[in-house]
């Protein structure tokens, strides 16, 4: 499946060959630690093949970025940061980021949308925040994305074995202003180089809709915020999104303000469907971990 190509069960000879050794050089450095009678890998196939497939399968490339993003990792104590994490604080910012809408795209991606608009009337709230805690919130909403979202959908069914590890996102422009979106610019390309540079290949289809008449003269500026692989990645759409949608998200699932049937909006929590319901019940609060 082209959709899937360079993820696991989709491998050239070639591909393979790159993880091997991508595999090796990690060891060599101890960023990895292959699995063992007692224990599982340090890192699974699906994360060591997103830096691969940044770096277009280029091992030593590969390894450059994972080792950055250890340094990164380590600097900013990722781990402990999302053990930690004030569940009441985790909840309350969700609305300054990407919602994940409790859906998923024809092949199992989760599907999540930003309306900036929605964003924009809270602004004040969010300034209010410390620059540094703002980043420790955005380090643990990826984290939830990474740890909970992509394995739940990748133990759902989908329209393939492939572990899911990347998600659908609508970005919706509709009522934003220029002044609200040259406000709001630092915030979110402080968010976009953060996945860019430590959550690679997590972004696999951007659908920007209602995009207002000035879009084009920021469009350059902002598509400095994404490597090129993001940039390729990324849809703009017109007031009527629906039809191109369509052609990636089930109508049941897709919501109505976008062409869908599905009665979600922005401000609300993930509306799981009947499968993740079956799986877990109810969407948990806070930093998780799905768990097979």
Partial sequence: MEEFAGHVGHLTPEQSVALSEFKAKLSES?????????????HDDPTLLRFLRARRFDPTKAKKQFADTHMWRTKHDVDKLFKEFDPVEFEDAKRFYPRWTGRRDKDGRPLYVYRIASVSKVQQELNAVPPERRYQRIIVLYEVMTR????????????????ISSVTTIIDLEDLSFGAMWSLRNHLQEASRLATANYPETLHTIAVVNSPSYFPKIWDWIKAWFDEGTRKKIFVLGKDPGP???????????PKVYGGELEWVYEDGPLLDSDTVEEIGEMPKGPVVFTV
């Fill in 30 to 42: 101890n960023l990895y630690t292959p699995a063992s009678d007692d224990s599982p890998a340090s």
């Fill in 244 to 254: 191109m949608l369509y052609n990636i998200i089930e109508k049941k699932d897709l």
């Fill in 148 to 163: 909970f979202v992509l394995p739940l959908c990748s133990k759902l069914p989908h329209s393939t074995t492939t572990p």
